[in-house]
């Protein structure tokens, strides 16, 4: 086995440069003749605008212009769209359409969130277009505010968009209604619980930017995304309306995405917009108030969930009823979360019937979109904790429960009841597997000796399967130099996960290459001319197989080249560790050969044309199916309430593991990020102002290092049947797993007082108070 071979933890070959100062992020581009942005934008919740005065602004030195929704507007800029929608249910709910409003880069009327854009100042330094921003002078007329998604839903509630009857975004619903009334009639018990899902401020390392150009008659956007094409789509179509070709996307270096930056922002639209309008490429770097007040929010639900069960204690129906926070205007994944995720209700579980309803509410709060599951933690937290739930109304064991419903690997394929067929998994495993791991069996004696300290201890778990990378496709090129250098051009985009490593990992292990010799592009699309870009943990599964194809056209090219020059039959050429040999003999020619005969006309066979290069598209035939089973151990102060994880193991089932060492990495970033939610990430807004009240790292608490314990991880390996590669997608799980881990450990740890539920975030506050029956 080489040493890039799958399963070998291959070291991230891209963190030379980022560690050593040399990554190229937004910021490290500055054009010549360079105008820097500011924002100038709404202190309110929601206000009618009733003139801008800039005269102030426009005195400053260095200051270029002053731009409005006006402006915008009359140059016949559009606004972000909404990419996804959920179709009305037929035949329930009012017979009307989704609610769509527009939403302008800029705002001319009136505004709807705070930070909500009104105007743009541009001057030759970002201190000028902040000094000046502060001087443009705007007459505001105040009006109500509705922040929270059921209080919106009210009949007296104040109306984010004029016009409409209510504050309904949309109606969803999806599985069988009848079938699950049905099973609920016939129930001996049904549990009922209800749960917050948390709003989350996503908090990126690396915080939104753009630079917009006006390049020899095309736009030229460089940006932070996850999705290049996407944004070059959207550009040309909804926005901009030209041809795609006159629009370029680059993205270089991404310091963290998790799901916002996939989407189309108003910054991105404007900078471009004023680059052709000035005729001077302009900047805008947003600071850290900025993305607390402007980039999307995330989770923010409330949901009841209802379980029917048998005598037996056999999961008989699953009712879920959401009503879900889309903020001011719809993102453009806005609606995903809420609804196209569904399926991870089914979980590990042989729930016969299934019935999800959504309401999507506007508020008067920045927009949410996808982050880091989008749609399947909040799904995994709800079903994880009514089962916990279910197994202490019924009076038994929490394990026992989950085995007697769980799927059975005779059982798979599984047909679940949304949508989905489950192709792989013994999901009993992972927990056959994490049970002597985590000492099950001996945790009443750590239990008793924490509170011998004078502490609460509790254990919790949670199952969970998602989908991921399905009904869509991903290119790769694979570009063979003369030296025999590869360039791999593929079409998602990296923000943090090691692209560049597991591709070239790919290739070298394909080829026989040291791992130095293959060079990975993503992000420019005009070198890479089709992407699916990078979500859903379809990057590996999606892009992998993609480059395993293409990597397996250049073996197929150059083992009829190295037949040619060897002078025998290609039946009778094998290829191995980087070497075409004649079976049985010991003549042999290395790739590198190969690849430079591959540029020379006179050493090609007749009719064969120069180079080794190919493309391949991977369709994939179905989804796959990442599952796992997270084990949390916390123990809580019982003078403070303050909680501490103090043991975490996860059993995950990936498919095989291509880097073990970049696997690892990936589990603990979701595992920290569910954490964050389950513990201390909360975006609170004022309900009466809709002013934020947590914009800030003073008042917004992300994890740290001591907050995260130490990991034990186990990884099984059932290869996914629908890639060449036999990958499950592995980006999401962990922030999947751990919240409903991390709480029903609290809440076991609170069994002493009679606790059934305690909502996101279980801050020490919370706890103290729950503890001290001051709810």
Same mark, same amino acid.
Not at 52 to 67: F, K, M, P
Not at 613 to 627: I, L
């Given at each position: 086995?080489?040493?890039?071979?799958?399963?070998?933890?291959?070291?991230?070959?891209?963190?030379?440069?980022?560690?050593?100062?040399?990554?190229?992020?937004?910021?490290?581009?500055?054009?010549?003749?360079?105008?820097?942005?500011?924002?100038?934008?709404?202190?309110?919740?929601?206000?009618?605008?009733?003139?801008?005065?800039?005269?102030?602004?426009?005195?400053?030195?260095?200051?270029?212009?002053?731009?409005?929704?006006?402006?915008?507007?009359?140059?016949?800029?559009?606004?972000?769209?909404?990419?996804?929608?959920?179709?009305?249910?037929?035949?329930?709910?009012?017979?009307?359409?989704?609610?769509?409003?527009?939403?302008?880069?800029?705002?001319?009327?009136?505004?709807?969130?705070?930070?909500?854009?009104?105007?743009?100042?541009?001057?030759?330094?970002?201190?000028?277009?902040?000094?000046?921003?502060?001087?443009?002078?705007?007459?505001?007329?105040?009006?109500?505010?509705?922040?929270?998604?059921?209080?919106?839903?009210?009949?007296?509630?104040?109306?984010?968009?004029?016009?409409?009857?209510?504050?309904?975004?949309?109606?969803?619903?999806?599985?069988?209604?009848?079938?699950?009334?049905?099973?609920?009639?016939?129930?001996?018990?049904?549990?009922? @619980?209800?749960?917050?899902?948390?709003?989350?401020?996503?908090?990126?390392?690396?915080?939104?930017?753009?630079?917009?150009?006006?390049?020899?008659?095309?736009?030229?956007?460089?940006?932070?995304?996850?999705?290049?094409?996407?944004?070059?789509?959207?550009?040309?179509?909804?926005?901009?309306?030209?041809?795609?070709?006159?629009?370029?996307?680059?993205?270089?270096?991404?310091?963290?995405?998790?799901?916002?930056?996939?989407?189309?922002?108003?910054?991105?639209?404007?900078?471009?917009?004023?680059?052709?309008?000035?005729?001077?490429?302009?900047?805008?770097?947003?600071?850290?108030?900025?993305?607390?007040?402007?980039?999307?929010?995330?989770?923010?639900?409330?949901?009841?969930?209802?379980?029917?069960?048998?005598?037996?204690?056999?999961?008989?129906?699953?009712?879920?009823?959401?009503?879900?926070?889309?903020?001011?205007? $719809?993102?453009?994944?806005?609606?995903?979360?809420?609804?196209?995720?569904?399926?991870?209700?089914?979980?590990?579980?042989?729930?016969?019937?299934?019935?999800?309803?959504?309401?999507?509410?506007?508020?008067?709060?920045?927009?949410?979109?996808?982050?880091?599951?989008?749609?399947?933690?909040?799904?995994?937290?709800?079903?994880?904790?009514?089962?916990?739930?279910?197994?202490?109304?019924?009076?038994?064991?929490?394990?026992?429960?989950?085995?007697?419903?769980?799927?059975?690997?005779?059982?798979?394929?599984?047909?679940?009841?949304?949508?989905?067929?489950?192709?792989?998994?013994?999901?009993?495993?992972?927990?056959?597997?994490?049970?002597?791991?985590?000492?099950?069996?001996?945790?009443?004696?750590?239990?008793?000796?924490?509170?011998?300290?004078?502490?609460?201890?509790?254990?919790?778990?949670?199952?969970?399967?998602?989908?991921?990378?399905?009904?869509?496709?991903?290119?790769?090129?694979?570009?063979?130099?003369?030296?025999?250098?590869?360039?791999?051009?593929?079409?998602?985009?990296?923000?943090?996960?090691?692209?560049?490593?597991?591709?070239?990992?790919?290739?070298?292990?394909?080829?026989?290459?040291?791992?130095?010799?293959?060079?990975?592009?993503?992000?420019?699309?005009?070198?890479?001319?089709?992407?699916?870009?990078?979500?859903?943990?379809?990057?590996?599964?999606?892009?992998?197989?993609?480059?395993?194809?293409?990597?397996?056209?250049?073996?197929?090219?150059?083992?009829?080249?190295?037949?040619? @020059?060897?002078?025998?039959?290609?039946?009778?050429?094998?290829?191995?560790?980087?070497?075409?040999?004649?079976?049985?003999?010991?003549?042999?020619?290395?790739?590198?050969?190969?690849?430079?005969?591959?540029?020379?006309?006179?050493?090609?066979?007749?009719?064969?044309?120069?180079?080794?290069?190919?493309?391949?598209?991977?369709?994939?035939?179905?989804?796959?199916?990442?599952?796992?089973?997270?084990?949390?151990?916390?123990?809580?102060?019982?003078?403070?309430?303050?909680?501490?994880?103090?043991?975490?193991?996860?059993?995950?089932?990936?498919?095989?593991?291509?880097?073990?060492?970049?696997?690892?990495?990936?589990?603990?970033?979701?595992?920290?990020?569910?954490?964050?939610?389950?513990?201390?990430?909360?975006?609170?807004?004022?309900?009466?102002?809709?002013?934020?009240?947590?914009?800030?790292?003073?008042?917004?608490? $992300?994890?740290?290092?001591?907050?995260?314990?130490?990991?034990?991880?186990?990884?099984?390996?059932?290869?996914?049947?629908?890639?060449?590669?036999?990958?499950?997608?592995?980006?999401?799980?962990?922030?999947?797993?751990?919240?409903?881990?991390?709480?029903?450990?609290?809440?076991?740890?609170?069994?002493?007082?009679?606790?059934?539920?305690?909502?996101?975030?279980?801050?020490?506050?919370?706890?103290?108070?729950?503890?001290?029956?001051?709810?």
């Amino acid at each position: 086995m080489g040493q890039n071979a799958f399963g070998q933890p291959v070291r991230r070959k891209e963190d030379h440069s980022l560690l050593t100062g040399r990554g190229r992020f937004v910021d490290d581009h500055r054009p010549e003749g360079l105008l820097h942005a500011w924002m100038v934008r709404s202190p309110h919740a929601h206000a009618r605008i009733r003139s801008i005065d800039a005269a102030q602004a426009l005195a400053v030195d260095g200051v270029a212009a002053v731009l409005t929704g006006a402006d915008l507007a009359a140059d016949g800029v559009g606004g972000i769209p909404c990419t996804y929608q959920p179709p009305w249910p037929a035949g329930t709910g009012p017979s009307r359409p989704n609610v769509l409003p527009a939403w302008p880069a800029l705002a001319r009327d009136t505004v709807r969130y705070v930070g909500d854009g009104v105007a743009m100042v541009l001057a030759g330094t970002a201190e000028q277009a902040r000094e000046a921003a502060e001087l443009v002078a705007i007459d505001w007329e105040p009006l109500p505010a509705a922040v929270d998604p059921v209080a919106a839903l009210a009949p007296d509630a104040p109306l984010v968009h004029a016009g409409t009857a209510d504050n309904i975004c949309f109606v969803w619903e999806t599985g069988n209604g009848p079938a699950t009334d049905a099973a609920f009639a016939a129930a001996h018990r049904v549990v009922t @619980l209800d749960v917050v899902n948390n709003r989350i401020v996503v908090a990126a390392m690396e915080t939104r930017g753009a630079v917009g150009e006006w390049i020899d008659g095309r736009y030229v956007l460089t940006t932070a995304s996850q999705m290049p094409h996407q944004l070059k789509e959207q550009l040309a179509s909804d926005v901009l309306h030209v041809p795609e070709e006159a629009i370029r996307v680059v993205v270089r270096d991404v310091g963290g995405g998790f799901g916002i930056k996939n989407s189309l922002y108003p910054e991105q639209i404007l900078v471009l917009w004023a680059a052709r309008r000035l005729g001077r490429p302009v900047k805008w770097i947003g600071d850290r108030a900025d993305a607390f007040l402007t980039d999307a929010h995330a989770r923010d639900n409330r949901t009841r969930g209802e379980l029917a069960l048998d005598a037996d204690g056999r999961f008989l129906a699953l009712r879920v009823t959401t009503t879900a926070n889309i903020g001011a205007y $719809i993102a453009n994944k806005g609606l995903l979360s809420p609804t196209l995720n569904a399926p991870a209700l089914v979980g590990a579980y042989a729930t016969p019937a299934i019935h999800l309803r959504v309401t999507g509410a506007f508020t008067h709060t920045v927009p949410t979109d996808v982050y880091r599951g989008a749609g399947r933690p909040e799904a995994v937290y709800l079903v994880e904790r009514l089962v916990d739930v279910a197994a202490a109304e019924l009076g038994v064991d929490r394990i026992d429960l989950r085995r007697r419903n769980v799927i059975r690997p005779a059982e798979i394929p599984y047909r679940t009841p949304i949508w989905l067929t489950y192709d792989a998994g013994d999901f009993e495993e992972n927990l056959n597997v994490a049970m002597p791991l985590v000492d099950w069996a001996g945790f009443e004696a750590r239990r008793a000796a924490a509170a011998a300290r004078g502490r609460l201890r509790g254990i919790g778990l949670s199952f969970y399967v998602e989908r991921c990378a399905g009904a869509s496709h991903e290119d790769a090129t694979l570009e063979v130099g003369a030296d025999g250098r590869v360039t791999v051009l593929v079409g998602t985009m990296a923000n943090g996960q090691g692209h560049v490593t597991a591709y070239a990992q790919i290739v070298a292990e394909m080829l026989g290459l040291p791992i130095a010799a293959v060079d990975v592009l993503q992000g420019d699309t005009d070198r890479v001319k089709h992407g699916q870009g990078t979500g859903g943990s379809r990057s590996l599964v999606m892009g992998g197989s993609a480059v395993h194809g293409a990597t397996r056209t250049v073996i197929e090219k150059a083992k009829t080249i190295a037949s040619h @020059l060897l002078e025998t039959a290609e039946a009778d050429i094998e290829f191995r560790e980087g070497v075409f040999s004649i079976v049985g003999t010991d003549r042999r020619i290395g790739f590198r050969d190969v690849a430079a005969a591959a540029h020379d006309p006179a050493r090609l066979p007749p009719g064969m044309a120069p180079g080794l290069d190919a493309d391949h598209r991977f369709q994939v035939p179905g989804y796959t199916y990442p599952n796992g089973c997270h084990v949390a151990e916390v123990e809580i102060d019982r003078e403070t309430g303050k909680p501490e994880v103090v043991g975490y193991t996860v059993v995950h089932d990936f498919g095989r593991v291509l880097n073990p060492l970049m696997l690892g990495g990936q589990v603990h970033g979701g595992v920290a990020q569910g954490l964050g939610q389950a513990l201390l990430e909360h975006t609170v807004y004022d309900p009466d102002s809709g002013q934020l009240l947590s914009g800030s790292f003073m008042d917004y608490c $992300i994890p740290r290092a001591d907050d995260v314990p130490e990991f034990r991880l186990h990884v099984r390996e059932d290869p996914a049947p629908a890639n060449p590669l036999g990958v499950k997608g592995a980006g999401e799980a962990g922030c999947a797993g751990a919240p409903p881990a991390i709480v029903n450990a609290v809440v076991d740890a609170l069994k002493p007082f009679g606790v059934r539920h305690v909502d996101m975030p279980l801050t020490p506050e919370r706890l103290w108070r729950t503890i001290h029956g001051r709810h």
